[in-house]
């Protein structure tokens, strides 16, 4: 079972690292949304793995217990993981909206562009 | 060493706080803008007075406000002679400076704020001469590079202001840079960081590996703040200041810090051979050269400019020369100089505020006009000469003695001569002054119909030239004072001198006859040298600064757009193909422990599973320019995570993980509604392969790491929390327990950043529809292929049946989530769901319509809820967010325990509703306004008229 969390995670986390490297912003969300999986998973699995040991106390009888902390920290992780993605889709589609286009990288000319218009905003 | 210093922190923090009064009492008018802006300096003057005599008495007062003392860290000040000569030059030429702005500050200057930098300028320096950790006194060294830096730019109209401004700073800046290092490896030879210790360790100091590195670090940032050549070109330019700042920054306080940090580590440093070449050559070199720039300066402020410079050198020189006699008659020489060319300063003011010209080629025979003002600036500028019954004579006199006696590498005559021209140049550019600018005929082309000024204009040159005559003729007057500040800076016992005017007929009195008659010559050539001068070519300073500064930032612009070229992509790569290299050397770098724990088996139901999310996320990848192929299959992934998440023990992971998923699904389906279908193919074959190796490199690290880990048992802090997770905190929902109780705080400031990601995108979404993107939306056109069935019958009617139910869930997961898988992140969640499904079935509008509660008032709600019920807490004199339970029996129903905890998660569960709500209602909002219809009736559909299918949709 650890060979299956490990190398689940360890895909999640090339599928995620290869999209976030393209070039449009469409992906890049998609390869966050995938490495969001992967630090979750791999973080729930620093608590190590145990089947039918769930972290809810059983008042009467003899029960054994998974580490309830990295479960803790994960939950919240994954909320705010959800959060960050909605940010960032949000700034994503303004650009897009603005620019006609979702590329992320700047052209060596739009660059320059963004850069005298820098200037003589802070110049005016 | 005594204590009774109780005063000197209050006395360093006095400016500072009155630095806030000027601003508020400009409204009451100038004048009580300025009176109050003196309060300060009196209070300081008259506390120092109280301390004066046991100063005098040869104690040294200190005092101490420990603040991280195992660091070397403590605001610790001391008070011995040669603070307090400083401390009350600058209160003292600082209560001068007020009056004297008060009345050369035109109308439109704004004074409150002159004032305000005029204290905080006053207490940057007071705190250096005060500190006695040198750690503070660096912190005050800076404050007074910044604090000028405003003094100087104060005129913020004038470029030559701004850039003088700049040029100071960046010199003065960089050479207290080099002042940390020095004076941190001081305090490391040392063993302490307090003057006071370290002033006893002179030996050990001279004697240490580290003496050079220290003394050419601290000399660099005395040297920088002095205007010693060189970087003597700053003090110049920052001539475009009002004159007020110039009269005080370069007569009594700015540029003597570097003097007086000299004479302050005078015992430690000086007496070796580098100290004494170091220091005295460049002093020298200084002297002249200033002097003799000053000499062909037609603008009056920049002949003081460079006198100051040139005097500067004198005063560097003597600290130089080592030897207890120079550094006395330094002392006495920095009170000389104070009075007179803050006079000087003062009478150039008054001349160019009277004439409204500088230009001395434009200017003579003031003296008729002008009397008052011609004659304190004749009297200061015969001291500025050296002529004798003023003060400037006499330590001009002590100069040249101790000139005479030293020998620079072997030579005897060279620093005598140097001295000696020095002094000659020095009475040339005095004469010039009174010559060219009060004497001769009366002329009738000033630009302004020049006369005296008010009386409060001239009093403060005034009283400052009656201190020159007076400690000329009467030199015994500054006898103790000279004593107090010679025996603090020599260390103790002071060598033989004697202040008095006639010493016979000795070396320096011919060397003073000598530069006297050959500075009257020079001035009388003085037509056809200027020719000259102007003529030959000279290195222009500020054009060599410029240049400097200009191929400094070339190169960090090359730097920088190198590395910031503007693609995100190769940022992301070299991120993380540094992460890699570094978790690649950790790896390598550490041990490994045999593994200890068994692997579980592998059912085939969880293969099958693992199956599935390997085959998705390969499918993502290959797939991801479809967009929403891409998406379908990212869902399944989501999926797959959560049945994991429920075999492997973590139902609550599971249940957040599902409903998370759904959310993002939409989100990310609103998103593409409006971005386009499909990736273009970009990025050429050799891109792709690069980041394939860096992703396939980056996913196997990882799951190495992992691998790694799960094999080896850990120690864990969590059987504390399932001890106590029941008795402590009332629940048996461990995870929920430690979300709600034993870790609130994170949990209360991770629903704070979900609520501010909630109101990011609204006010994004608010900033984009009303700005030129919205209308690009509003004239999109709607696309043609869009369903007429938007809202289909089956679908409306479903959700609107399960409202109710999943809200009814929602409540069931959240009241159970103390002792059972769930809680407010979840039933959060499951709420936005049910109102999602509303907004999707029945469209925006007819929700929006029905919809009570603003989703922002419930993410501050809940924010609040949340921090109320922490603060509840503090009631019981508990710290914040201790939980108190009990049980409550209510009639019908059994009994059931009741905790603070469920008023916090009542909170989460408000804030995570909101947060998701707010952010997909901004993305719907978008999609409304690019011409989104309204259904007027819950569904849009009528069936039966198939046939016309012409009902237009009403706006």
Known sequence: MELVVASSVGVLTAGGVYLILRLRAFPVILGLALLSYAVNVFLFATGRLAINAPPVLQLYGEASYTDPLPQALVLTAIVISFGMTAVLVMVALGAYLEADDDRIDLEPDEEAQAETTAKKETGA | MSNGGSLLPIIALLPFLGALVPGLMIRAGRTACASFTAVPTIAAIVMLGTMTPAVLRGEVLTAEIAWLPQLGLTASFFLDGLGLLFAMMILGVGLLITLYARFYLASEDPMGQFYTYLLLFQGAMLGIVLSDNILLLLIFWELTSLSSFLLIGYWKHLPEGRQGARMALAVTGAGGLAMIGGMLILGTIAGSYNLTDILQQGDAIRASEWYLPALILILLGAFTKSAQFPFHFWLP???????????????????????????????????????????????????????????????????????????????????????????????????????????????????????????????????????????????????????????????????????????????????????????????????????????????????????????????????????????????????????????????????????????????????????????????????????????????????????????????????????????????????????????????????????????????????????????????????????????????????????????????????????????????????????????????????????????????????????????????????????????????????????????????????????IAGLTIYALMEALLNGPAGRKLKAAPVPPDRSRDRHPLMMVVATRAMLPIVVMVGVYIFLRGHNQPGGGFVAGLVISIALLMQYMASGFAWTQGRQRMEYHSMIGWGALIAGLTGVGAWLGGAPFLTSIYGYIQLPLIEKFGLGSAFAFDLGVFLTVLGSVMLMLYSLSRIARHAGETVNVEPMDYDPSLRVQDKKPEAE
Do not use: C
């Open chain 2, 237 to 755: 330019h920052a001539m475009a200041a009002p004159t007020p700042v110039s009269a005080y920054l370069h007569s009594a306080t700015m540029v003597k810090a570097g003097v007086f940090l000299m004479a302050r580590m005078w015992p430690v440093l000086s007496g070796t051979d580098a100290w004494f070449y170091i220091v005295s050559t460049t002093g020298l070199i200084t002297m002249v050269l200033g002097a003799l720039i000053a000499l062909f300066k037609d603008d009056l402020k920049a002949l003081l400019a460079f006198s100051t410079v040139s005097h500067l050198g004198l005063l560097t020189m003597l600290l130089g020369f080592g030897t207890k006699f120079a550094a006395v008659v330094a002392v006495f020489h920095i009170i000389n100089h104070l009075t007179f060319k803050a006079a000087l300063f003062m009478t150039a003011g008054i001349v160019d505020h009277e004439t409204h010209t500088r230009d001395i080629k434009r200017l003579g025979g003031l003296r008729h006009l002008m009397p008052i003002t011609a004659l304190i600036g004749t009297a200061a500028a015969l001291s500025m000469a050296g002529i004798p019954f003023f003060n400037g004579f006499l330590s001009k006199e002590m100069m040249l003695d101790a000139a005479s006696d030293t020998a620079w590498a072997g030579s005897e005559w060279a620093v005598p001569a140097l001295a000696t021209l020095g002094a000659l140049l020095s009475v040339a550019y005095s004469f010039r002054f009174i010559v060219h600018v009060f004497f001769g005929p009366k002329r009738d082309d000033y630009p302004a119909k020049p006369h005296d000024p008010p009386f409060g204009m001239w009093a403060a040159p005034a009283l400052l030239v009656v201190m020159v005559v007076l400690i000329g003729i009467y030199p015994k007057l500054v006898g103790p004072v000279v004593a107090m500040a010679g025996a603090a800076v020599t260390g103790g016992e002071l060598p033989y001198y004697s202040l008095k005017i006639w010493h016979g007929v000795n070396m320096a009195l011919v060397m003073s006859v000598i530069a006297v008659v050959g500075g009257l010559i020079l001035l009388a050539l003085h037509r056809p040298l200027d020719r000259a001068w102007l003529a030959a070519p000279r290195p222009e300073a500020k054009a060599i600064f410029d240049a400097l500064v200009d191929s400094l930032v070339a190169v960090t612009r090359r730097v920088t757009e190198g590395l910031h070229n503007g693609s995100m992509s190769r940022y992301l790569a070299i991120f993380v193909a540094a992460t890699l290299a570094l978790g690649y050397a950790a790896f390598t770098g550490g041990r490994m422990s045999p593994p200890t724990r068994e692997l579980l088996p592998i059912p085939p139901v969880a293969a099958a599973g693992w199956l599935l999310l390997i085959v998705a996320t390969a499918l993502v990848v290959i797939n991801h320019r479809n967009r929403f192929r891409a998406l379908v299959l990212i869902g399944v992934i989501g999926l797959m995570v959560a049945s994991g998440f429920v075999y492997l023990s973590a139902p609550d992971l599971a249940l957040t993980q599902i409903s998370v998923e759904t959310v993002t699904i939409m989100l990310l389906l609103l998103a593409l509604y409006f971005l386009p279908k499909t990736t273009p193919k970009e990025s050429t074959a050799r891109h792709r392969l690069r980041d394939g190796v860096i992703a396939v490199a980056a996913g196997g690290g990882v799951a190495a790491l992992a691998m790694t880990f799960l094999m080896r048992d850990f120690s864990s802090i969590s059987t504390f929390h399932l001890d106590n997770s029941y008795t402590g905190g009332g629940g048996t929902n461990v995870v929920n327990v430690i979300l709600v109780d034993f870790r609130g705080y994170d949990t209360y400031g991770e629903i704070i950043v979900l609520g």
